[in-house]
């Protein structure tokens, strides 16, 4: 076992922000002294600490063997975790049965569902949510799904996206969500890397006053996977969503796709006479659950795999703690459930605590800007939890129609995705929170499955734009160059020296990129690929990546990705992509792009380019400056110095040495007719 250590020392710090008195009362988690106390328990004895969270939940059989067995270091054989081995459990079970047999919740609201127009909603209780589940679980075997099977989930943010996800948890198959707003190519290559024989999507539906024609999308990436592998999906299940809505008939009628009979079902064709009673698949604690991709360094992205108890036991506990969950609370996380925010803290985190929650299919700017502040106060929101891309795009609206609205109800709000910059949290913390509420800056990442440095907002105090400290169960490091690791004040590479229940246990179908990514570079640690200080109370603050990656308002996104969409255009000869700060976004891309001998370089292309981009991989990834490099600074052996690049595109006059480069006549010509910083 690691050696404790306690995460700073108390902070004294004149410009903390103190937990809120009235908060700390019945917080669970009420004071520093309590989080230290705790934490001690979590790193010193996990087994225990983690028996008595398991305790909650139910168990068929019990685990066989060690509790927590794990490898970090690849030097010693394969890098593995494992929690509760041996253990059968069933996870939908134990956030839906659990609720309505045992702790009597079945007509407690599980979620408030806001379409994306303010005059679609409707409220869904626990015993609805688990007749919903069950048929649908029902409708899945009788498709020949088993344990096992990957399926993939390209819905919006309606209900059917939770029972879809819940119903293959119910049968033991892996769920494999991809964010609706990802283009047919995204699709295509996350429904062959993980080969799932079945789909579910809708037939369209509205963000803002905008009609995505999703089926259309779903059968466009379904033809790829034909012409790329011959791979043919058994079963292709369509929601009626916008078909569903009366006013819209004639709307959808015009975009209708053609139907493939061999494939094509409806949803509510297969549900109609559909059973409400389904025993769950009992599964191992260490079966997958599903699997989510996220951008990889290389370009492909990775199916990152979670794993059934520690998932749920780590998601449920993070919830409970971090937005200090009581029972009559109403929380809202904004995000979508195709990221990895809404699998843990709108699925799964919030069901297991028996919580209710909204779901929101819209946008926070339509019908109006002040749509998320009208929500809250219509549900009374007591616990919001947003990014900090949607605050700075608030913010530009001033605090006038945050004021419109009683947003009394709030006692706690969160961030997460990126780094929050101070001024973004003090108007959330000042306009939205009234200086009543703690603004929690949750850092954790689609591999870690839940928040891993966190406040609690009855126990931390806090200083604007920290992630303050590490949850329970986590230990984190700060590393040099070496693999030396500091202590006390310091900066450098943010890793974790042991497994906590929720991460990652492998990229789906290639191990070895597991191990390469996350374990290589310091046997013995996890490594996050951010950057972090610790400063001299013992706060951690992120600073951003260190790797290729960029993070466009809160997704991450590689550069290799964006460059390869670029270069598969027939004129361009080579590109490199970099990140330029940007006001809403955080990060947004700018792109050189070198064209091929005799291709001339003009505002058409560059259009072209950006459309060509948002096709491939989707609108978030859509470049906002793509610049002519007759030539890219490059290093005697070839390669590309990006740092210059970065420099350049944030109009920096400083290029600092230039020794290195085969060329550095290419960097005067870059910077001449570089795109004026203007935000
Ligand atoms: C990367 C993970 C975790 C859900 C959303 C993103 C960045 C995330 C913070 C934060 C600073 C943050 C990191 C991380 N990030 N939260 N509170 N402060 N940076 O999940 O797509 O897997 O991205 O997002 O760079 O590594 P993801």
């Given at each position: 076992m690691s050696r404790m250590v306690i995460p700073g020392t108390t902070p004294t710090d004149e410009k903390l922000f103190n937990p809120p008195e009235e908060l700390q009362?019945?917080?669970?988690?009420?004071d520093f002294e309590s989080y230290l106390r705790l934490y001690k328990k979590s790193i010193e004895e996990p087994e225990e600490f983690w028996k008595e969270v398991a305790e909650d939940f139910f168990w068929k059989s019990p685990p066989k063997g060690e509790f927590l067995k794990y490898n970090f270091d690849v030097t010693k054989g394969n890098v593995n975790v494992k929690f509760m081995a041996g253990a059968k459990t069933n996870i939908c079970y134990n956030i839906l049965d659990r609720n309505v047999n045992e702790k009597n919740r079945g007509e407690k609201v599980a979620y408030y569902w806001e379409g994306n127009s303010p005059s679609h909603s409707c409220s869904i209780t626990y015993n609805q949510l688990l007749k919903q589940v069950c048929k649908f679980a029902n409708v899945l075997k009788n498709m020949g799904v088993k344990k096992g099977d990957r399926v993939a989930i390209y819905l919006p943010m309606i209900p059917e996206l939770v029972y879809s996800m819940l119903a293959c948890a119910r049968v033991g198959a892996v769920h494999s969500t991809v964010f609706a707003g990802f283009s047919s190519e995204s699709l295509c290559e996350r429904i062959l890397d993980s080969q799932c024989s079945f789909l579910i999507t809708a037939d369209g539906v509205y963000r803002g006053d905008k009609l995505i024609n999703l089926k259309q999308i779903s059968d466009e990436a379904l033809e790829k996977c034909i012409e790329k592998e011959n791979f043919v999906i058994k079963n292709c299940i369509i929601v009626r969503h916008i078909g569903e809505q009366k006013n819209n008939a004639n709307v959808y009628n015009s975009f209708q796709t053609p139907w493939n009979a061999d494939t094509n079902v409806w949803w509510d064709d297969v549900m109609k006479n559909s059973s409400e009673e389904c025993e769950p698949e009992w599964v191992d604690a260490e079966d997958p659950l599903f699997i989510l991709y996220t951008s990889g360094s290389t370009g492909k992205p990775k199916g990152v795999l979670h794993t059934v108890a520690g998932y749920l036991l780590y998601t449920a506990l993070t919830f409970k703690y971090v937005f200090d969950y009581h029972p009559d609370d109403v929380y809202w996380c904004t995000a979508d459930i195709g990221w990895i925010t809404g699998h843990s803290y709108i699925t799964y985190g919030p069901l297991a605590n028996g919580a209710t929650s909204v779901l929101f299919e819209g946008v926070p700017v339509y019908p109006h800007v002040g749509r998320f502040w009208e929500i809250i106060e219509k549900y009374s929101v007591s616990k919001f939890y947003t990014a900090p891309t949607a605050i700075r795009l608030l913010m530009k609206y001033g605090q006038e129609p945050v004021k419109k609205f009683n947003l009394g109800s709030l006692k706690i709000l969160g961030t997460v995705g990126e780094p929050i910059n101070p001024e973004a949290w003090l108007w959330y913390y000042n306009v939205v929170g009234e200086k009543r509420c703690p603004v929690l800056d949750t850092f954790w990442q689609t591999e870690t499955g839940?928040?891993?440095i966190t406040p609690l907002p009855a126990a931390t105090p806090l200083k604007p734009g920290s992630a303050t400290f590490p949850f329970f169960g986590v230990l984190p490091s700060i590393l040099n160059e070496h693999g030396e690791e500091l202590e006390g004040e310091a900066e450098g590479y943010l890793v974790f020296k042991q497994p906590w229940p929720a991460i990652m246990r492998t990229v789906y179908g290639n191990h070895e990129r597991f191990e390469n990514t996350y374990f290589k570079k310091f046997p013995g640690y996890y490594v996050t690929g951010d950057g972090c200080r610790r400063d001299k109370d013992g706060y951690y603050w992120i600073t951003g990546r260190i790797d290729d990656m960029l993070n466009v308002s809160g997704h991450l996104l590689s550069t290799a990705e964006v460059e390869s969409a670029l270069t598969e255009h027939p004129v361009v000869a080579e590109a490199a992509v970099v990140s330029r700060p940007h006001a809403v976004k955080g990060e947004c891309l700018y792109c050189f792009v070198t064209l091929k001998n005799g291709r001339e370089f003009s505002h058409s292309l560059a259009e072209e380019l950006k459309k060509q981009v948002r096709e491939k991989i989707g609108p978030i990834a859509t470049p906002d400056f793509i610049q002519n490099a007759p030539a890219l600074p490059k290093t005697r052996s070839g390669k590309i110095m990006r740092r210059v690049l970065r420099q350049i595109a944030r109009s920096e006059k400083d290029l600092g040495d230039l020794s290195t480069l085969a060329d550095p006549k290419v960097v005067e010509v870059l910077f001449s007719q570089r795109w004026e910083a203007t935000a």
């Open positions: 009362k019945d917080a669970h988690i009420p839940g928040h891993v």
